[in-house]
């Protein structure tokens, strides 16, 4: 089946630590994006990336890093930068001028 | 500036209709989205409607595209308790392609 992954489902971290969210795709897309919700706000755009080895910061990239070095994968590393980091993450991915399809979610929280 | 805009709830009983709507201002968008969003869980493309389109029906619902006044509305017939959700608009700018502006999506309540 085709589709987009992301791991952990819940992921806790302590204060400084840094952490990665893992987001995998199947679909053969060029494009894959990085989104933070929080309550009530809608999705905020933190990275994107159109083809591999290249990605530009969204709307809110400061405290957050990513890498894209195969297709498939995307993952999103939420430093000791990033000061509220607790929300919920969202991955997805796309094809040009097409609707972007969403992975399950990550929900990290800060202890 | 791009911007979608959404009312943040909608309470409706079960078995009435449903209307959400959505309003942007950007004039380049190509295509226009209805993505649904269940408690913890990632967003589920509904339904889509291309710029140049006024009306999609697909089953119980029904994406109206008013261009002039930049609002897009999502009906949902015969509201069920299983339609309760978050829905959110979305519009692809053509921008080479890979902008997506959502908005903060609207709360749908089904009371039985």
């Known amino acids: 089946d085709g589709g987009i992954t992301q791991s952990p489902k819940y992921l806790f971290r302590k204060e400084g630590q840094n952490v990665t969210l893992s987001c995998e795709q199947n679909?053969?897309?060029?494009?894959m994006y990085w989104y933070r919700q929080d309550p009530g706000q809608g999705l905020r755009l933190i990275y994107y990336?159109?083809?591999?080895?290249?990605?530009q910061k969204g709307d809110i990239a400061e405290g957050y890093s990513v890498s894209r070095e195969k297709k498939e994968s995307f993952p999103l590393t939420v430093t000791s930068a990033q000061k509220n980091p607790t929300a919920f993450y969202l991955c997805?991915?796309?094809?040009?001028?097409?609707?972007?399809?969403f992975g399950p979610g990550t929900r990290l929280t800060v202890l | 500036g791009e911007d979608v805009e959404q009312s943040l709830f909608l309470s409706v009983r079960e078995g009435d209709s449903s209307v959400i709507n959505c309003t942007y201002t950007?004039?380049?968008?190509?295509?226009l989205y209805w993505y649904k969003q269940e408690p913890g869980a990632g967003l589920q493309l509904l339904t889509y409607i291309f710029s140049n389109m006024d009306m999609k029906q697909d089953q119980r619902l029904t994406v109206l595209l008013n261009k002039k006044d930049k609002h897009l509305s999502l009906r949902i017939a015969d509201t069920q308790t299983g339609d309760s959700a978050i829905y959110f608009c979305?519009?692809?700018?053509?921008?080479?392609?890979?902008?997506?502006?959502f908005g903060a999506g609207t709360r749908l309540f089904v009371k039985a």
């Open positions: 979305a519009e692809i700018l053509d921008t080479g392609g890979f902008k997506t502006i």
């Open positions: 950007d004039s380049s968008s190509t295509y």
């Open positions: 990336s159109q083809i591999v080895n290249d990605f």
């Open positions: 997805a991915s796309s094809s040009s001028y097409n609707e972007q399809f």
């Open positions: 679909l053969n897309h060029d494009a």
